[in-house]
């Protein structure tokens, strides 16, 4: 893909596990994220596939954070609770889910 691909509302992208990597691939996939915004309601979003690397024209395999990925989100690093205005996110929540061996719960891991 070396054009963009945009997700709207409810649509997905599933990759099956025989999909091919073309590392020289110049694509953008897009997606519009919709969640519940209130301080006592969680939302779970997948990672993105990369981030751009405009340095190396390399758009595959790049290291990112969450605050790459969430324009315009401050992350808060005290105390549990967000703030709608500026929008803040409390990062006590942030956590991510290592694809490890044993793929349960314990795979889970507190990022901050």
């Given at each position: 893909l070396d054009g963009t691909l945009k997700l709207e509302g409810d649509a997905q992208l599933v990759q099956?596990?025989?999909?091919?990597?073309?590392?020289?691939s110049?694509?953008?996939l897009?997606?519009?994220?919709?969640?519940?915004?209130?301080?006592?309601?969680?939302?779970?979003?997948?990672?993105?596939v990369s981030k751009p690397?405009?340095?190396?024209?390399?758009?595959n395999n790049n290291?990112?954070?969450?605050?790459?990925?969430?324009l315009d989100v401050d992350f808060l690093t005290t105390g549990y609770d967000g703030t709608e205005i500026p929008l803040?996110?409390?990062?006590?929540?942030?956590?991510k889910f290592s694809n490890?061996?044993?793929?349960?719960?314990?795979?889970w891991q507190h990022i901050r």
């Open positions: 099956t596990e025989h999909s091919s990597l073309d590392i020289t110049a694509g953008i897009e997606k519009d994220i919709i969640g519940t915004a209130d301080k006592y309601t969680y939302n779970y979003w997948a990672s993105p690397n405009n340095t190396t024209n390399n758009n290291n990112y954070t969450v605050s790459d990925v969430f803040g996110i409390a990062d006590y929540w942030i956590w490890k061996l044993s793929d349960d719960y314990a795979s």
